[in-house]
């Protein structure tokens, strides 16, 4: 019995040992996680974080861009159809110009070619709205190619990770052991997350900078047909 009451206390410190252990091991921080992957992975994660940095300042800079290109003011309209209304056309040029919004340049096309047939008009200002919808929709596109590019880099850690486990199996001997393979798997498993992230955001980022777009757009249709119906109407 005494010997029984010695041993307990001796399997409760081991317990509380191999506690201890384990959650040692399932602290672990993302840069060692990065790191444990090996010279390939961290290759690859070094490319999807230049990407997320590239989508990211793509995606502020062209957000600012839209929004300033969507504020239009209110009156801008009223203006322009009375200085068009007592033939000051001079005046309507330069409130367009003052304004300088994708709304009032497409305003201020219509405006120069004001005397010729309508459907000249309309002419211009479609041709210069396809002008301005390509400015507000620039680098966009490059959103659109890290979103599906960045998984596709993902996979491919995943790929080159499980090369270097096999790899390592096969030279390790008959002996399987999971410190062998940890390197291959870290390199999988991080890259293959990394690029799910990365074109994660860059999948919102774009759909969202296409759905701000669409608003601007549709605020130049809506006051040029508005321009327009105003020169339609019969004096």
Known sequence: ?????????????????IAEGESVEKTLSIIELI??????????????????????????ERLFAIKAASKVDSNFMNQIKDHVSNGKIDSAQVLCAQVNTPVSRLI??????????????????ENAGRLEIYGLEKNVS???????????????GTVVGMILAIFELANA?????MDVLAGGL????????????????????????????DKVVYQMEANSLEFLDHLNEPT
């Open 35 to 60: 790191t444990s992957g090996g010279a390939a992975g961290q290759v690859i994660i070094a490319i999807l974080f230049l990407l997320l940095i590239f989508a990211v300042y793509i995606y502020f």
């Open 186 to 213: 870290y390199t999988a498993m991080t890259t293959t997350v990394g690029g799910l992230i990365v074109g994660i955001v860059a999948y919102i980022a774009y759909n969202h900078l296409v759905v701000r777009t």
């Open 1 to 17: 019995m005494l010997n029984l009451f010695l041993t307990l206390p001796n399997a409760q410190e081991g317990a509380e040992a």
């Open 142 to 156: 490059i959103l659109a190619t890290i979103s599906g590019a960045a998984p596709m880099i993902g996979f491919l």
């Open 108 to 125: 201020g096309k219509g405006i120069t070619r004001i005397g010729k047939p309508l459907a000249d008009i309309n002419t211009t200002i």
């Open 173 to 177: 001997g008959g002996s399987i052991q």
